[in-house]
């Protein structure tokens, strides 16, 4: 079965432009988060869909946005890009957000260079 | 509210070494917890769980770890050090929220 897929790998924006990263799950897996990961902060929890619907979200500003397609694919778009914005974004994914037992599969980022 | 703590950054050890990475975990229900390999340039990869079940949890490439609610540890041990276990380790907690909080990371370097 395929892991976490997650397109570009890499992808260098300049300051105030906008960009969208995309997530395909593993198949028959319907619930996907996203987090960013920096030297600075570790890793920061953005927010969570299953099916179609953002079931929680982080402490982000509202430049930060997704949505999950019915295949269970997902985007997040980040706007008005900021240098600080420069980080590793990490997508997961997991057969079902309810209950804690669940165990996220972890994409291999793609990593966002502001300039 | 639930938070990790790794304790010390950076770990070194010799290969064939014992290799000992610490977590403490804050919670105010029992937690299930998680540890994390992350290789460079690459995403993070599940090494073990605990989810009550058992509180010696064995996981890949001869990794375990003990959870020990007095405390509040689940700290991340390997008999024996190879030179293929150098990566950056995450320990973290999810509640029942399902909310993911991870710990600031340990860089381990295995010494030749």
Redesign the interface.
């Given at each position: 079965k395929a892991g976490?897929t997650?397109t570009p790998r890499y992808l260098i924006k300049t300051r105030g432009q906008q960009v969208t990263l995309s997530c395909s799950p593993i198949s028959g897996h319907r619930s996907v988060?996203w987090?960013q990961q920096t030297p600075g902060q570790?890793?920061q929890?953005l927010f969570?869909y299953f099916s179609e619907t953002q079931?929680?979200k982080?402490n982000f500003p509202g430049r930060f946005s997704g949505r999950q397609f019915s295949n269970s694919r997902s985007e997040m778009n980040v706007s008005t890009l900021e240098l600080g914005d420069s980080a590793l974004y990490?997508c997961?994914s997991s057969l079902a957000?309810?209950?804690?037992?669940?165990?996220?599969?972890?994409?291999?980022?793609t990593?966002l260079l502001v300039l | 509210a639930q938070s990790v703590t790794q304790l010390g950054s950076h770990v070194s050890v010799s290969e064939g070494a014992l290799v000992l990475l610490r977590c403490n975990y804050s919670s105010s229900v029992p937690?299930?917890l998680?540890w994390?390999v992350q290789y460079p340039?690459?995403?993070?990869?599940?090494l073990l769980?605990y989810?009550s079940a058992a509180t010696l949890v064995k996981g890949i490439n001869g990794f375990e770890a003990e959870f020990k609610k007095s405390e509040t540890s689940f700290h991340l041990t390997k008999p024996s050090a190879h030179m293929s276990d150098a990566a950056e380790y995450?320990c973290a907690v999810?509640?029942?929220?399902?909310?993911?909080?991870?710990?600031?990371?340990t860089s381990l370097t295995v010494i030749p």
């Open positions: 976490v997650q988060s987090y570790g890793l929890f969570e079931r929680n982080g990490l997961a957000p309810s209950g804690a037992q669940e165990t996220q599969y972890f994409g291999p980022g990593r | 937690p299930y998680f994390y340039n690459q995403g993070l990869q599940l769980k989810t995450f999810r509640n029942t929220g399902n909310q993911f909080y991870f710990g600031t990371g």
